[in-house]
């Protein structure tokens, strides 16, 4: 039986083939769950740090694919907003406070390739009680 030689360009194009492929990565849960934005809110009068606050942010170009939006495992005044590259509609309340809404653009670096995550710290403004 005649032994079958790879060449270093056959494993090479087969390399970057799959790296090509977003779903290759997808398998392994890499891909689309990067950490995009961390955000923060400060109130504006005592400029001490709001904790809890809620967020919501929404993909502008596509408002159906939802972010996944979680708290920081050790600090309740930030919240985590993990997805993709994009441009984002972050909003942020509090009760008490007068909700504010931030445009964010995250760069994409390519498929399955980490954006670099963006910080957010809004200033948060007391209602009147």
């Known amino acids: 039986m005649r032994k079958r030689v790879f060449e270093p ?13 977003c779903q290759f990565f997808g398998a392994f849960g890499a891909c689309g769950a990067f950490l995009i934005i961390r955000v923060s809110a400060t109130d504006s009068q005592g400029y001490s740090r709001i904790g809890n606050p809620t967020v919501t942010a929404t993909l502008v170009d596509q408002p ?4 996944t939006i979680s708290r920081h495992a050790s600090d309740s005044t930030v ?15 509090k009760s008490g406070f007068a909700s504010v809404t931030r445009r964010v653009v995250v760069p994409d ?18 209602t009147a009680r």
Do not use: F, K, N
């Open 9 to 21: 360009w056959m494993l090479l194009s087969l390399v970057l083939l799959l790296a090509g492929e």
């Open 109 to 126: 670096r390519g498929a399955c390739v980490s954006p670099r995550a963006v910080d957010l710290d809004v200033q948060m403004i007391r």
């Open 64 to 67: 159906s694919s939802a972010p």
């Open 79 to 93: 919240t985590e907003i993990r997805g993709s590259g994009g441009t984002y509609d972050v909003t942020v309340a």
